[in-house]
């Protein structure tokens, strides 16, 4: 079953130049590459060209897609979005140690540049279909840091301070998913998520400002800020944006325009503006040298 992608709005305050939306998801065209897993969701019409349309209504110059878990390891359809527009993407695959040193170059000329692993768990507390847990990272890591390829971790706060002392001694760089997915009851000082904040400040790590996994809709929004002031405030030379546009088993879906604004309300500095949504992801990312001004 698909579904059409939710509509992207222009945000009222324009992105800065260079901007970058550091995590989305391309699916599609499904003719050419249908879903290799079982999906848990209906898949949204994003292919390419209607990917390109959401970038150019939210008014980003660059993009990097993370794979989504009914393409399991199998990159194709991010491969080819890549292709279409290798200057303004990048992308986060995921695979586990069976994968060739062939295949895995392969994948990093081909704007590959970064791995993906999970430990987070569906709602039925099973492992989504197609992800890879965080112990393939430390099968994988010599060949990660011979590519120069850095880890995505998507898990929970408290999972998080389980295991990173053990990944950050592999040598991979580490991005966080999704503000390191803490309790918003907690606040900023959550023993899980203060312990994130300090790796996050002495420069262990690098963090997504994504929060609508966070949220029960736009109304809870404000429970978020504090989590978000506390990363800006802490290190804002390790921090990149991202809608997480089209927002599988979210509804309603949000306004990836919406969350721009918000992002810019809530840095509220043109500077670290530029910094989060520019200067860092073109670092990080590896975009063009003229991106890191």
Wanted: hydrophobic share 45%.
């Amino acid at each position: 079953m698909t579904v059409p992608a939710p509509p992207v709005s222009a945000p009222a305050r324009a992105l800065p130049c260079g901007a970058c939306d550091a995590h989305s998801h391309v699916f599609g065209p499904f003719d050419r590459f249908p879903p290799t897993e079982r999906s848990i969701y209906a898949l949204p019409e994003a292919g390419p060209e209607i990917h390109s349309a959401a970038r150019d209504r939210l008014g980003v110059a660059r993009g990097v897609l993370t794979q989504p878990a009914p393409y399991a390891n199998d990159p194709g359809a991010m491969l080819a979005a890549i292709a279409g527009a290798p200057e303004s993407l990048r992308g986060i695959a995921v695979t586990d140690d069976s994968i060739d040193d062939a295949t895995l170059a392969r994948w990093r000329m081909g704007g590959i540049v970064g791995l993906r692993f999970t430990e987070m768990r569906a709602p039925s507390g099973e492992r989504y279909p197609g992800s890879v847990g965080f112990a393939a990272l430390e099968a994988l890591a010599p060949r990660m840091r011979e590519l120069s390829l850095h880890a995505q971790l998507w898990a929970s706060a408290s999972q998080l301070a389980e295991h990173l002392p053990g990944l950050l001694r592999l040598g991979v760089p580490l991005v966080i998913d999704h503000m390191g997915c803490p309790d918003p009851k907690e606040g900023p000082d959550g023993p899980a998520f203060a312990g994130i904040v300090d790796l996050l400040g002495d420069g262990a790590l690098w963090i997504k400002l994504v929060i609508c996994r966070l949220s029960a809709g736009e109304s809870d929004y404000a429970r978020i800020r504090p989590l978000h002031d506390r990363l800006v405030e802490r290190a804002p030379h390790r921090l990149v944006w991202g809608s997480d546009w089209p927002y599988i088993r979210i509804q309603p879906a949000p306004d990836a325009g919406y969350l721009a604004n918000l992002a810019q309300d809530w840095i509220d500095d043109s500077g670290l503006i530029r910094r989060i949504l520019a200067a860092n992801p073109a670092e990080l990312y590896d975009f063009n040298e003229e991106e890191r001004a």
